[in-house]
């Protein structure tokens, strides 16, 4: 049974650039939720998503943006890229009647320049 | 608005020690508590759960009670071994929907032999 799994696995990108992070959920979830988390802190919610739309947004500006397939992989886009936003982005996914309980990816390691 | 607040770090024990890593949250209601663990390198790994007063969570030897008066979830284990060594995050869900978690910043763990 594959488990949550993420791509790339690291990444580095200039200030000002477009990235978007891949998400393939664990087998049967169809929830998924993004996670930010900056050096030695723990994870910010970034938002989550179902039947392909947004269900509910942390404290995040537009620049973050996602989307949900049919197969309810997920993609994160960030536009503009700062220095800040270097960090681990981690996706969890879950079921939609237990959402309490989300299963997390490895992470992909962004690092802007 | 909603916070956890984990005791800081790090935490050095020898093996066999006890172990406490004390957790207490700020929340509308009482909303289900979680312990995550994560490994060097790797995502994270949910460790325990509570999702009502009074109950106790436990797994590979570590317990968390939910104790609503002092709205605490400190994580205990007994006898702790250097493959415990990892980083522990204390969360719970933002709302009765389930949706976002809300982390503590992490309390790091290394234990020698």
């Known amino acids: 049974d594959a488990g949550v799994t993420q791509s790339p696995t690291h990444l580095i990108k200039t200030r000002g650039q477009q990235v978007t992070l891949r998400c393939s959920p664990k087998?049967?979830?169809?929830?998924v939720s993004w996670y930010q988390q900056a050096l030695g802190q723990g994870p910010q919610f970034i938002f989550q998503?179902?039947?392909?739309?947004?269900?509910q947004r942390g404290n995040f500006p537009d620049r973050f943006s996602g989307h949900q397939f049919p197969n309810y992989s997920s993609e994160l886009n960030v536009n503009a890229l700062l220095l800040g936003d270097s960090a681990l982005y981690l996706c969890?996914?879950?079921?939609?009647?237990?959402?309490?309980?989300?299963?997390f990816g490895p992470g992909t390691r962004l690092t802007v320049t | 608005g909603d916070s956890v607040t984990q005791m800081e770090g790090p935490v050095t024990l020898s093996e066999e020690a006890f172990l406490t890593i004390n957790c207490t949250y700020t929340?509308?209601?009482?909303?289900?508590l979680f312990w995550y663990v994560q490994y060097p390198g790797e995502g994270l790994q949910l460790l325990l759960k509570?999702?009502?007063?009074?109950d106790k969570g436990s797994n590979k030897g570590f317990e968390a009670t939910y104790r609503k008066e002092t709205t605490s979830f400190h994580l205990e284990k007994g006898s702790v071994q250097v493959s415990d060594s990892a980083v522990y995050f204390c969360?719970?869900?933002?709302?009765?929907?389930?949706?976002?978690?809300?982390f503590g910043k992490g309390t790091t763990l290394s234990v020698s032999s």
């Open positions: 969890a996914s879950s079921l939609i009647g237990t959402t309490y309980e989300q299963y």
């Open positions: 087998s049967g979830h169809d929830t």
């Open positions: 929340a509308t209601g009482y909303p289900s």
């Open positions: 998503y179902y039947e392909e739309e947004e269900r």
């Open positions: 969360a719970h869900l933002a709302n009765q929907a389930g949706t976002a978690l809300i």
């Open positions: 509570a999702t009502k007063a009074d």
